[in-house]
Nanobody, 129 residues
């Protein structure tokens, strides 16, 4: 059974940092793309970042470039999202998602939610001003 479990969310002041973790189980980790998405109240789910375990490429939304960093630890089947310089507009439920996606189509499409079949339950991140 494929499972994705996020953790690490919480309440932080603007300018602070959090590190989210996504532990994946039930499939071979190596050939998958793992994405982080977020959804704020009343808004659509949006792509934040993605890492391809096929070739190691990483992708970021413009709104988080330079502040967030995605990484993976294959030995632990875990993907991390280090979030620095957090802003109130980063407040959302953060989800990790995974699927076996050809790394060649990731550059234009990594943020498309329908590419991912497997999703975690989400973790709340709240940034106070």
């Amino acid at each position: 059974e494929v499972q994705l479990v996020e953790s690490g969310g919480g309440l932080v002041q603007a300018g602070g940092s959090l590190r989210l973790s996504c532990v994946l189980s039930g499939f071979t980790f190596d050939d998958y793309a793992i994405g982080w998405f977020r959804q704020a109240p009343g808004k659509e789910r949006e792509g934040v970042s993605c890492i391809s375990n096929s070739d190691g490429s990483t992708y970021y939304a413009d709104s988080v470039k330079g502040r967030f960093a995605i990484s993976s630890d294959n030995a632990k089947n875990t993907v991390y999202l280090q979030m620095n310089s957090l802003k109130p507009e980063d407040t959302a439920v953060y989800f990790c998602a995974a699927d076996k996606i050809d790394y060649r189509i990731l550059p234009p499409l990594w943020h498309v939610t329908t590419l991912y079949d497997y999703w975690g339950q989400g973790t709340q991140v709240t940034v106070s001003s």
